[in-house]
């Protein structure tokens, strides 16, 4: 991947996930218009977090970032090392803008509780055995910007860090076809969701994974047509982002994500960092760019990224 395409990906799935904060959790119908949809929303729209400034990630950007330090530093992922970190976040603030958290979702919670308290980290992903949120899908994109290996390498590591919150088979599914699927765009292949999942089917015959490959056809269902409703669910989350990335553009992209409306900053989130990897850093408006609060966090990461892939 070339410099451009790691800071579209990186700073898209930020700024997705800032630009969605102020709608979040309302109804469709709630949304202003595509067209005044913006990082400011408009005059006297209720915000859903008043007392956060616009131009600040949440949940979302800040697990991508603990994600992505985890494996500069591990120079692999470390399902130990990333849960620790997840959890400095959670109880410190770690690469929180402001060091201040203010949403995290329940199965996260109740996986980092457990942390603390000396759970080990991949029992403590456990917990949930019905949990189907997108807690871990919202943060895989930086496995994609990173990782060296091959796609078979990819989507087991997929898998490891979604299991540190969020052990449910159809979550750990979810991150492997999403990091596929966004390896596939980095590559510049014409129908890269489709070829993404072509790739996964082929690597789910293997035997161990027999029941990964039966939830990838039967829960996911990767060949219905895009569509979905920016829920907290894990597969609506997936196929919401295959929806709004028909749109050309990085802007039409997180602007149809929000105008779903419910997980607003998720679905920007995720569906953002693809838009992003896919057009470039130029191709997020310099408005935004610029208004991202937090930027001395991403930097140094960035940077470090862009090393990697140069040496």
């Known amino acids: ?12 799935l ?3 996930d800032a630009v969605g904060v102020p709608y979040e959790f309302n109804a469709p119908t709630d949304i202003p218009p595509i067209a005044h949809i913006d990082l400011h929303p408009p005059t006297g729209y209720r915000r859903t977090y008043p007392d956060i400034p616009p131009g600040t990630w949440s949940d979302d950007g800040a697990q991508a970032l603990c994600l992505l330090a985890s494996l500069l530093d591990c120079d692999r992922l470390d399902p130990d090392d990333l849960g620790q970190r997840f959890l400095r976040w959670y109880t410190e603030g770690y690469f929180a803008v402001d060091r ?15 942390i603390q308290s000396g759970m080990p980290v991949l029992q403590a992903g ?9 807690g871990s899908l919202m943060r895989s994109l930086p496995l994609t910007l990173w990782h060296p290996g091959s796609d078979a390498e990819l ?11 969020h052990g449910q088979i159809t979550c750990q599914v979810c991150c492997a076809l999403y990091c596929l699927w966004a ?8 129908h890269p ?22 939830d990838l056809e039967e829960t996911i269902r990767p060949d219905q047509p895009p569509g979905g409703e920016g829920s907290g669910y ?3 989350c997936l196929h919401s982002a295959r929806w709004v990335m028909q749109s050309d553009s990085y802007v039409g992209v997180v602007k149809q994500a929000i105008a779903l409306g419910n997980d607003t900053d998720t679905t920007a989130c995720v569906a953002g960092g693809l838009a992003g990897l896919r057009d470039g850093l130029q191709a997020i408006p310099e408005e935004w760019r610029s208004q991202l609060r937090g930027q001395d966090l991403v930097q140094p990461l960035l940077e470090r990224l862009v090393e990697r892939w140069r040496g």
């Open 14 to 16: 930020l700024i997705g």
């Open 193 to 214: 969701w489709e070829a993404a999942v072509a790739t996964l089917r082929q690597l789910y015959t293997a035997p161990h994974y027999a029941l990964y490959l039966q």
């Open 126 to 134: 456990q917990l949930g055995k019905q949990a189907k949120g997108n």
């Open 1 to 12: 991947m070339n410099a451009d395409q790691l800071a579209g990906g990186l700073m898209g």
């Open 234 to 236: 894990v597969v609506d």
């Open 155 to 165: 989507v087991a590591d997929a898998h490891l860090q979604s299991q540190t919150t």
């Open 183 to 190: 390896r596939q765009i980095a590559a510049a292949i014409a």
């Open 100 to 114: 201040h958290v203010f949403d995290v979702g329940n199965q996260t919670a109740k996986a980092l509780n457990a």
